[in-house]
């Protein structure tokens, strides 16, 4: 899904490593999150985040900003005028994105569609027709990566998310 900005990405080997509780790694997020929050209003990215939610976007419609999700379910139909960002959704998707699209640990199904950008998959399971990528096309999937993205789901991204409230 990117990468990780360094700060989330301290909370989250600390609590890998347990030197801070589940609770403690939320509430340092929600803090960073929150400052994030406070952009002037020009510097503000229209971007979208789903967590357990359902995000639909339908032929003809068109989202500007980057879409971001996790364990949700995920029908891109229309426009997205910036990256999508995935992780262990339910995908299916024939649209098109303006940007890169980046696939962990999620099944997907394919409409075709076209991405102007780079595809990344990393221990994804597909079915049909892949899109058109203008860009470059990477995927990571084998034994190794699919049980520990396995691990990572429900050991630490379902109880670490749990508590997390996302806002539009």
Not at 7 to 27: G, M, V
Not at 138 to 147: A, H, L, Q, T, V
Request: glycine share 10%; net charge negative; proline share 2%.
């Amino acid at each position: 899904m990117g990468e990780i900005p360094s700060d989330i990405r301290a909370i989250l080997e600390a609590l890998a490593r347990k030197d801070i509780s589940i609770e403690e790694a939320e509430q340092l997020i929600l803090s960073i999150k929150q400052k994030e929050s406070y952009q002037s209003p020009k510097e503000k990215k229209y971007e979208k985040s789903f967590l357990g939610k359902e995000f639909i976007l339908r032929k003809g419609e068109e989202h500007t900003g980057n879409v971001e999700a996790v364990n949700s379910k995920i029908i891109i139909e229309g426009t997205i005028n910036g990256d999508l960002e995935i992780a262990f959704c339910d995908v299916s998707f024939s649209g098109e994105v303006k940007g890169d699209v980046q696939l962990v640990g999620s099944a997907i199904k394919w409409n075709g569609g076209t991405i102007d950008g780079d595809l990344e998959l990393v221990g994804c399971t597909y079915s049909g027709n892949r899109p058109k990528v203008s860009g470059r096309v990477e995927e990571i999937n084998n034994f190794f990566i699919n049980g520990i993205l396995g691990t990572v789901k429900y050991l630490v991204v379902k109880p670490f998310l749990s508590g997390i409230k996302v806002e539009e």
